[in-house]
């Protein structure tokens, strides 16, 4: 049987219009839209990617990056080809931009199988775009729910509507990568669409956040793109707003150093640079870590009395000063002080 295409509008004069992301990609008879993976048979949306799995990995979930949940725990990651943005600096953009790259062909539950014969208490859905298999990720996510194991996303959050709702309803926890604060650079450099693109980001991380699953944020400090300290700036009091709207001790901020790949030449991101950065967004934030700089401290401390709570070399993690929650609850409290952490358990 073939998937059921979910995410689709009405019928074009040449096609249908997809209606998973802010793009609304009108695609022709035997065409596929700008994310490269949702097509168009007789006026009908289709899958032709629906399972075609390229990478698997079990991976410390710090690798993520995920600092406060299920910490020093493995997760199963599995990956996919195609994204909806068009970042000239792309990590993954053999996959991202490839869809040719050869895979496996692979059911939820092939997925969920796997992930349960590694005995991994999570699949992290991650490394090109895992949204535009929205109807693929339902479908394992829905399994894996019913089988224990947690759900997680590693995503631009360039989507909304219906399918941020279904999805959001299911994942247990997301790194959503918060390419910039400009509304200009996300439409003229990343590629989104210039109504829509930067603000449906922000609402994936509010509507994320509205549904108590657990909320982290990346950005990638790109020299010359988005360095500046008025968006970075900018960037963490978007974060200090949502924090505001909800309760807890807030998201963690993931500033990462960049190095040059695909078609940005910039030189890499300074450490010495970027750890300014993360001192001056921790006026603003309760946690705050540089990521791809070697030797930089990241350690977790509470926010209630200071103590340190986790303590990261590399991607090992040693936990100091956690207490389980009253009652088997899903979160750490702080052993010196009593205050809820936010750490998921």
Not at 107 to 128: C, E, H, M, N, Q
Not at 161 to 183: H, M, P
Not at 219 to 236: F, H, I, K, Q, Y
Not at 310 to 336: D, I, M, N, P, Q
């Amino acid at each position: 049987m073939k998937p059921k295409a979910r995410f689709f509008a009405d019928k074009t004069e040449s096609g249908v219009r997809c209606a998973l992301c802010p793009r609304g990609c009108d695609i022709p008879n035997g065409g596929l839209g700008s994310c490269g993976v949702r097509g168009c048979e007789n006026g009908k949306g289709v899958l032709p990617f629906y399972g075609h799995v390229t990478a698997m990995s079990m991976d410390p979930v710090e690798k993520k990056p995920l600092f406060h949940f299920r910490p020093g725990s493995s997760i199963f990651s599995v990956g996919f080809v195609g994204c909806n943005l068009r970042c000239p600096f792309c990590q993954n953009w053999r996959i991202s931009r490839n869809v040719s790259v050869q895979g496996n062909r692979m059911t939820p539950a092939d997925i969920v199988s796997i992930a349960l014969r590694k005995d991994a208490g999570a699949i992290a859905f991650t490394y090109s775009e895992p949204l535009v298999h929205a109807e693929f990720l339902l479908d394992c996510m829905s399994l894996a729910r019913r089988r224990g194991i947690a759900n997680v996303l590693v995503t631009n959050g360039c989507a909304g509507g219906d399918a941020a709702e279904q999805i959001l309803s299911l994942a247990d926890a997301v790194n959503v990568d918060l390419k910039c604060f400009s509304g200009d650079t996300y439409s003229m450099i990343l590629g989104a669409p210039r109504e829509g693109g930067r603000g449906t980001v922000f609402d994936f991380i509010r509507l994320a956040r509205a549904k108590d699953v657990h909320v982290e944020v990346t950005t990638l400090v790109v020299p010359g793109m988005n360095d500046s300290a008025g968006e970075l700036d900018a960037c963490a009091d978007f974060i200090a707003s949502v924090n505001a709207e909800t309760d807890g001790p807030g998201i963690p901020w993931h500033l990462s150093a960049y190095r040059p790949d695909y078609q940005w030449k910039a030189p890499p991101t300074d450490p010495a640079f970027l750890s300014g950065l993360k001192k001056r967004a921790g006026k603003k934030l309760a946690f705050v870590y540089a990521g791809n700089v070697p030797g930089e401290e990241n350690d977790t401390s509470c926010h209630g009395c200071g103590k340190l709570l986790l303590r990261r070399l590399g991607y090992r993690t040693e936990k100091h000063g956690l207490s389980a929650s009253v009652g088997g609850g899903a979160f750490f409290s702080c052993s010196h002080c009593g205050v809820k952490t936010g750490i998921v358990s």
